[in-house]
């Protein structure tokens, strides 16, 4: 009950036929009288029954006064020619070599072609049972120089469908079909039966429920990968850019923490500098290159320059160059001789 069609395998139609000589037209006169159900591979005796059951409810006709008798297709001209029967239920695909044989069987004579009886209220009777379906026979089908059947008429009929559990993947459904249909010309060369394998109706609110992928393939709405993920794509890139975000906000945080390490380096190149400017000893301007040279060592060491933004740098850069010129400058004064004071005194003639 819960299966989904995929592909429709076969229509077969359920023919009630009589010889002429039987006298018997339509599918009301079969009270009282005796009806051969033939033998078919697709469909069981009680199968047969109940859709025999149906045609003759609909026109009014007491299921207990028809009686049946099952036939196989070699018996069905002897019974006809001992009188056992007086109209045949066959269930079978119009056209096919098997129906064309029981057609022949039930009227072997060219000028006395068999009478076809019609459910013309097919239809109807579809509609109010689903299970069934309305076939429509075509004129001369059967072939004869006389047209086996003379006109077209309507019938039940009942169809043989491939069928998948509704949680198939729809790229798998869509997939099956695809294949069957497009392998149907060669698979039909060596089974003919394959002529009749046809794609379902697309209407959704069909009886038989038509799998999703198999009306994705029919209406070639298949989704190839960007549809099918592209909610993920965009979910993803959403991700991304909130890490991103995360990542460069973490990343502020760390420069933001590494920059009072830059301020004291500053604050004590500053330090140095007046340090050095007076200084009265040459270790003491020895002591400020010393320490300036490990300010160097902690400025340039990777994980600092990784914090360190480009005005920083050029600050550093400034202060030490100061530093270094002071001590320049310093060591030199300090390196010259000193000069004793001037001392004014009165010169005599």
Known sequence: PSSQTILVMRREAALLVAPQESGIHGIEELEGRRVGILDTASASQADDQSLLDTALAQYGVPVDSVQRTALSLAGLSRALVDKRIDAVLVLGVPGSQRLDEAIT?????RDKPPVFLPIAEAKAVVQRLPVFEAVEVLRGVFGGAQPKPSADFETLGVSTRLVARGNLANETAGEVIRLILAARPTIAAA???ANRIEAPS???GAAFPIHPGVLAFLDDDEKNFFDKYSDFIYIGAMCLSVLGTAAAAAMARLKR????DTDQILRRLIELIRLARGARLLEVLEACEGEADEVLEQALALDMLHGLSPNRICALDLALNQLRLVVSERRQNLAAPV??????????D
């Open 257 to 260: 923490q590494r920059a009072p």
């Open 191 to 193: 089974v003919p039966a």
């Open 105 to 109: 069987a039930i009227a072997p004579l």
């Open 202 to 204: 697309g209407d959704k």
């Open 339 to 348: 000069r004793a004071q001037f001392v004014p005194r009165v010169v005599n």
